[in-house]
């Protein structure tokens, strides 16, 4: 039997969950994985999931609290979004973006760009996140360069930020901890400093630290000049960097310095669109600016199909053309704009519309907001921080080195009571999917307060 057949055939004998998670451990490499370690760590092995919920191989539920990887906005397991996409897949499952077009991605180019702010009319499709900044950093370079200004390339980004893990979205990431062993590439960036308010000096008021976060990108301007430096890329809430949301009035302030210098602004939604924090898309909505490109994925699809695009506004496109000169654009991929992915990203918005889901979001969002502001009374909490149906707990302890671990420890009290959160340091995150009711946000906040609870304890057992 050759090795292939052998696979098909124990496939048709459905595994045992052992032997699935054997074959993970030996032949699957997953993101982020602890390379320390990586054929000892054993995955959780997700059988089923439905609504807010998932159930594991042993038939345990679980509590989606991130919403699969902030991504999970309708639920998963719907049938009309099944029906849609397999009604596409018989219809026309494939065709080349480089030279057609297709009833599905025309739709959606339209839809989008309505619902997009200002003049931000233009879609470009790509396979998801990462690719939609790295589309978006190279319009940059590619309008530069057309416009005769090969030096004003420079990406201003900032510390926390995420932006993926193509090397270019990973270059513009502000995190520290996921840049460890890999290459990226620093002649193109210059990162601004954290702006989170919580860790702001004593004695700072928020107004100043918005000055001074300010202050931050003006300092960056005159250092480098402003005809070095092609774009400023932010995400309106610094997502995977633990929910940072920068002061009031930053957005808007930082998005007038990029306009007076020419310096195309560049809002990474992917995590804050679709829904997250009850709009389409944040930047105008919610934080009063309009962009010159957005880019967006993850709940486009709601997590159905991968997908992301990249919105860019008219007068970017006009300035990239008609230069007299013939230049394609020669940014693109096999998957760009595929046809089953549009059409399952058709089938979310329907659904959003039908189903009343940013409404939703709007009304359940200040109760979500409130149980996460009440865990404040825990010591080990130093911040609590949300909007919409985003939220993040961060853990403070003695010394660094227990706060450190705190994530870790949140995490597993929560896994243990059937609630999954997503730890990154001393931080718990969650974007649970945005068809929550009000009961089954209490129902999370229950679990994370006994988690709580139980994670105090161990800390004053250990420290006794
Ligand atoms: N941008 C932001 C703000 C993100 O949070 C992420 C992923 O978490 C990405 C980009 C990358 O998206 P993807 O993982 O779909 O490539």
Not at 9 to 26: C, G, I, Q, Y
Not at 85 to 107: C, M
Not at 359 to 373: I, K
Not at 412 to 436: T, W, Y
Request: net charge negative.
């Amino acid at each position: 039997m050759t090795k292939a057949s052998q696979t098909l055939h124990s496939r048709a004998n459905t595994p045992s969950a052992e032997t699935l998670t054997k074959w993970d451990r030996e032949h699957q490499i997953h993101p982020w994985a602890a390379m320390d370690d990586w054929r000892g760590y054993d995955n959780m092995l997700v059988e089923t999931a439905k609504g807010i919920y998932f159930w594991d191989a042993q038939g345990k539920r679980y509590i989606d609290g991130p919403g699969g990887m902030w991504c999970n906005q309708i639920g998963p397991g719907r049938r009309d979004m099944a029906e849609a996409i397999a009604d596409q897949v018989i219809k026309l499952s494939y065709t080349s973006p480089f030279s057609n077009a297709t009833e599905p991605s025309s739709v959606l180019a339209k839809k989008l760009a309505e619902m997009a702010p200002g003049d931000l009319n233009n879609v470009f499709f790509t396979t998801g996140g990462s690719t939609a900044v790295d589309t978006a950093l190279r319009t940059m370079q590619y309008l530069n360069n057309r416009r005769g200004m090969p030096e004003k390339k420079m990406i201003l980004a900032r510390e926390k930020g995420y932006h993926g893990s193509t090397y270019l979205a990973h270059s513009v990431t502000g995190k520290e901890r996921d840049k460890s062993k890999f290459d990226f590439e620093t002649r193109l960036v210059h990162f601004l400093p954290d702006v989170n308010p919580y860790r702001r000096p004593k004695g700072t008021s928020v107004a100043d630290w918005c000055d001074a976060k300010v202050a931050d990108l003006e300092a960056a301007i005159t250092e480098l000049g402003a005809d070095k430096i092609g774009a400023f890329i932010a995400e309106p809430i610094l997502s995977s960097g633990g929910v940072i949301i920068p002061p009031e009035g930053y957005h808007r302030r930082t998005w007038e310095i990029c306009l007076a210098n020419d310096i195309l602004y560049i809002s990474d939604e992917v995590v804050t669109g679709f829904g997250r924090l009850g709009q389409w898309f944040a930047s105008e909505s919610v934080f009063g600016i309009v962009p010159d490109m957005i880019t967006s994925a993850k709940g486009l699809t709601s997590g159905y199909l991968p997908l992301g695009a990249c919105i860019i506004s008219d007068r970017v496109m006009e300035q990239m053309s008609g230069l007299g000169e013939a230049s394609s654009f020669t940014n693109g991929y096999t998957y760009s704009a595929h046809p089953v992915s549009c059409a399952a990203a058709l089938k979310n918005i329907e659904i959003f519309e039908s189903e009343g889901i940013l409404e939703h979001v709007r009304e359940v969002s200040p109760h979500f907001q409130a149980r996460l502001t009440a865990l404040t009374r825990f010591d080990i909490v130093g911040d609590v921080r949300g909007m919409g149906l985003l939220g993040c707990i961060e853990g403070k302890a003695e010394n660094l080195e227990a706060e450190r671990t705190l994530g870790a420890q949140i995490d597993k009290a929560c896994e243990d009571l059937g609630l999954i959160v997503r730890p990154l340091i001393n931080m718990a995150v969650f974007s649970p999917p945005l068809i929550i009711t009000k009961d089954q946000i209490d129902e999370m906040f229950d679990i994370l307060e006994q988690a709580l609870e139980k994670v105090s304890a161990d800390v004053a057992k250990a420290a006794s």
